[in-house]
């Protein structure tokens, strides 16, 4: 059992590794394909829609595989290790969930707030990051909660294009030692437990960033 | 090479549809047993008797936060060295069937809350067993407002198996794979696959949306 834990918990810093750089990568996709979807010009909502539906509508294995298998062969010929693959991968496809997510949240934000700013006389674009995008953020955060928590969870599909990660460790060690039940009794304790940091850590994070709008009275 | 080979493509396209039949068999198999266990998972939760209570909370909140593909190995691997063996196919069904019936338990709990109170002071007044209650007066109102959103799990699910191959069904991403590394084209079995879950998944979940307005339109 000893010797189990730190070939584990390599797999699991992997895990951890591939798990925040996807959830960066699906904010910001979830956040641009939000505002494609809410544009006004046709061929930019085009996009954002089939972006979200193809990436919603097919499997996220699907999609590993077709860019880890498909995308290095001619016509295409884009060679990705294991581990871009896994966070582009993911980051894509929890990215399109948020961006419905994303949507709602930058709808939710008061008309009024946007009055302010053209009295203000505010560019389009500060307006944007400055004012709606922060307010977004926030009211995003509990519904994101959840996709990060599908996003750690997904990470284990990607032990099966080869990344060491905490679901290919726990199938290796397996493989070695027949411990089955220690082993991957312990692998689903850990993904538990990063579940429960997560959750931990977003309503920590959400409670800072939501202390500042209470003293400003914005509700 | 040439971009996409239709006559391969074509060629392939039964052996495809054959792997697509384990496909809907574990996703409407297992998505049928999840609904029922789901129920009786979020009965369970709602008990007032801590010791049925606690064990089914606390179940409920560990599959939900721990990966599919985890829970399958667990079943697959474990379970024959305590003499209960499963064939990949049952311990594929069960997994998948395990994990969403702790996602439709939340569902139903919603539901269920939704029930006004006097519904159950109505129940409790007219002395009827608790069978009898959640059978006649509780379920039929708890369920008809959550349809859409188990509906939903439906298309979740289906999305899903392809995580069984791990543990070597061969439902259609496994088949796909199997005749890329024959063929050594993978363009062709990944992509018709890729289609195969957007088609089904649109279609499914235009049917979702489509019982969504009934509900709407429906006078209650």
Redesign the interface.
Known sequence: MGDLLPLLLQGAWVTVQITFWGSLLAVVSAVIAALGRLSPIGPLRWLAIAYIEVFRGTSLLVQLFWLYFVLPMPPFNVEMSAYAVAIVGLGLHIGAYGAEVMRGAIRSVAKGQYEACQALNMSPAKRFYRIILPQALLAAIPPGTNLLIELLKNTSLVSLITLSDLAFRARQLDQATFMTLEIFGLALLMYFVMAQAINLGMRRLEKRLARGRMRGGLS | ?N?FDWQFAWSILPQLLQASLNTLLITFGGFAIAIVLGLFLAIARRSRQVWISWPATGLIE?IR???????V??LF??FP?YGISLTALQAGILGIALHYACYTAEVYRAGLDAVPRAQWEAVTALNLSPLSAYRNIILPQALRPILPALGNYLVAML?????L??ITVVEI?QQ??NI?SESF???EP??M??LF??LL??GL?WCVRRLEDRMEEAPR
């Open positions: 090479m971009f560990f936060s721990t990966p599919l593909l985890i829970q190995y667990f691997y474990v060295n999305k899903d198996t392809p995580v191959s791990a991403m796909a794979k890329g084209r993978y363009l990944i992509t696959v890729g879950f957007l998944s649109l979940a």
